[in-house]
Nanobody, 124 residues
């Protein structure tokens, strides 16, 4: 299984980025997908997730209304559109796959597969 995250970079506050995570080696449409982030000295936190069926999404309070998670099962890819970025959004962002036909998962240890991370830096 491989999850390849991309799209990170340096952006000014108020700007936008779109992260992508291309999956291979798993039945992508059966897995819920999440985006986590980890800033230096902080724990890894769930930013957004989308259920395997695509009918349910979750956003952390800190990003709700600014970030949007979406999936394209035909391309085995999950996206995170990030708008109105703030310096406190600076972190390494990871995509992760939870469990086949699973429920709602929020903790890192509930996710079975992880991408390598992509760095997002937001300057003030």
């Amino acid at each position: 299984v491989q999850l390849q995250a991309s799209g990170g970079g340096l952006v000014q506050a108020g700007g936008s980025l779109r992260l992508s995570c291309a999956a291979s080696g798993l039945a992508f449409s059966r897995y819920g997908m999440g985006w986590f982030r980890q800033a230096p000295g902080k724990e890894r936190e769930l930013v957004a997730r989308i259920r395997w069926s695509g009918d349910s999404t979750y956003y952390a309070d800190s990003v709700r209304g600014r970030f949007t998670i979406a999936r394209d099962n035909a391309k085995n890819t999950v996206y995170l559109q990030m708008n109105s970025l703030k310096p406190e959004d600076t972190a390494v962002y990871y995509c992760a796959a939870d469990r086949p036909y699973g429920g709602h998962y929020y903790k890192p240890d509930e996710y079975d597969y992880w991408g390598q991370g992509t760095l997002v830096t937001v300057s003030s």
